[in-house]
């Protein structure tokens, strides 16, 4: 119950944002593009991996096949990726809109070009769990796992994990750390110049409340994504873990926990702006 929450609450708070930005042209907006970007990613996490993650790690079988097998160590690298990278170029977006506002902005084009990187750098990124891919037969039981070839005690396993771990959380989380940093401090605690005028107030209030959204968003992916990242280190230094007596559950819970992040962008989205 508590995953199949999930998968309809991110499916359709998504897909509402998806569709809101795309039949509302006065909606297409850079920040609006990147957030279609981020809905996207969420929205496929949720219908092509979430369910049948949790088969899989409640029954300890995979029933899938061997493509499905590829496509689902493929897409959660993909899918993670293209959602903090969005976030971060959004934070770098407000950064020069707030710090340099003189400087000109990117365009729409321009924006589509830097999504479709994103997409490429994370295709790039998690193809090679895709291709290594394999389904073994344990007796009655078969199972989906990662083959690296001459991988002598897991070492080229973990440096993947490793690579991954500081490309699509720590180097990106501490990019927007430094970034909403700065555009806090300019958009709190600086004082207001000559122009204190009730329009200025307005775009004042306005450039504050998509910060604080952001803001939430950014910390609220970290929160979820933290306990999943090193439950897979703590793995990787030490195997006897696995076999613990209740570890299936903690890993239930961890893994839940990440999914959620996918379905909380909406609610956010709802509660924090009225447009």
């Known amino acids: 119950m508590a995953y199949a929450a999930i998968v309809l609450t991110a499916l359709c708070g998504n897909v509402v944002v998806i569709w809101i930005i795309l039949a509302h042209r006065p909606m297409r907006t850079v920040t609006n593009y990147f957030l279609l970007n981020l809905a996207a990613a969420d929205a496929s996490m949720a219908a092509f991996n979430t369910a049948f993650n949790f088969i899989y790690a409640a029954h300890n079988d995979w029933y899938f096949g061997l493509h499905y097998c590829r496509f689902q160590n493929f897409l959660p690298i993909t899918a993670v990726f293209a959602s903090i990278y969005s976030m971060t170029a959004i934070a770098l977006d407000r950064y020069f809109a707030i710090i340099y506002p003189l400087k000109p902005r990117l365009s729409s084009t321009s924006t589509k070009i830097v999504i479709s990187v994103i997409w490429l750098l994370a295709l790039a990124l998690a ?89 939430i968003v950014v910390l609220t992916f970290a ?32 893994f839940w926990l990440a999914m959620s992040s996918t379905m909380y962008n909406p609610i956010i989205y709802c509660c924090l702006n009225k447009r």
């Open 127 to 215: 193809f090679p769990q895709c291709f290594y891919a394999q389904i073994e037969h344990l007796g009655s039981r078969v199972i989906c796992k990662v083959d690296w070839p001459g991988d002598i005690g897991g070492q080229h396993q973990l440096t993947y994990q490793l690579v991954v771990i500081v490309l699509i959380y720590l180097m990106p989380l501490m990019v927007m750390g430094v970034t909403y940093t700065k555009v806090g401090i300019t958009l709190w605690a600086s004082k207001i110049p000559g122009d204190s005028t009730e329009r200025y107030h307005e775009q004042l209030k306005a450039k504050r409340k998509v910060v604080k959204m952001m803001i």
């Open 223 to 254: 929160i979820c994504w933290l306990p999943y990242h090193l439950y897979f280190i703590l793995g990787s230094f030490i195997e006897d873990i696995y076999f613990e007596t209740y570890i299936q559950q903690v890993y239930l819970g961890i």
